[in-house]
Nanobody
Framework: QVQLVESGGALVQAGGSLRLSCAAS????????MGWFRQTPGKEREFVATITRTGGLTYYADSVKGRFTVSRDNAKNMVYLQMNSLKPEDTGVYYCAATQSATVVVHSTRYNYWGQGTQVTVAS
């Protein structure tokens, strides 16, 4: 088992920045690849970014590439999502998730553990 708790969501103006954090506890954090997803009412959960166990490889959705950066600190059991140049369409509840896959994973169904989410609202 691993428990995940997100934080850092807020209301921000378009063009602004936010950093989301996800704190993990439980089983060895470094054995999990981590992902960020987001969801808005009436829509399916959408892949945002993922990072492998050691942080050596990252992968992003096209919609956030060049604006968002995912990172992790295995010594602190933390994963981060730095979001720059935010747009109104980035609004949603952001979730971090963990999977024991050895590679990047973009499909939500392959993630075993999820946090409760943190709300990001980007005002135009």
């Amino acid at each position: 088992q691993v428990q995940l708790v997100e934080s850092g969501g807020a209301l921000v103006q378009a063009g602004g920045s936010l950093r989301l954090s996800c704190a993990a506890s439980g089983r060895t954090f470094s054995s999990f690849a981590m992902g960020w997803f987001r969801q808005t009412p009436g829509k399916e959960r959408e892949f945002v970014a993922t990072i492998t166990r050691t942080g050596g490889l990252t992968y992003y959705a096209d919609s956030v590439k060049g604006r968002f950066t995912v990172s992790r600190d295995n010594a602190k059991n933390m994963v981060y999502l730095q979001m720059n140049s935010l747009k109104p369409e980035d609004t949603g509840v952001y979730y971090c998730a963990a999977t024991q896959s050895a590679t990047v994973v973009v499909h939500s169904t392959r993630y075993n553990y999820w946090g409760q989410g943190t709300q990001v609202t980007v005002a135009s």
